[in-house]
């Protein structure tokens, strides 16, 4: 499963990028505008999948916290 959501994030970003910076298929390279946008593109994904996983991670944290505070209080 986890590969699978990895395989479907890549290709959405393969896609979206490609929508946003590819302009014409006159080569069969990026030309230099092309491939800045890509680059910027995939940054600007990445770190925003990385900034949702570390934001994920830090609510599941505090779910689980949240959890033992109750189970400890109903075992009192």
């Known amino acids: ?13 393969v896609e979206r990028c490609f929508k946003d910076c590819v302009e014409s298929f006159r080569r069969k ?11 910027k593109c995939t940054d600007k994904f990445m770190k925003s999948s990385a900034r949702t996983g570390l934001r ?14 109750l189970t400890q209080q109903q075992n009192r």
């Open 29 to 39: 390279e990026l030309d230099s505008t092309e491939e800045k946008c890509v680059q």
């Open 1 to 13: 499963m986890q590969v699978r959501d990895s395989l479907r994030m890549y290709n959405n970003l």
């Open 56 to 69: 994920f991670a830090e609510l599941s944290s505090q779910a689980e916290q949240q959890m033992q505070q």
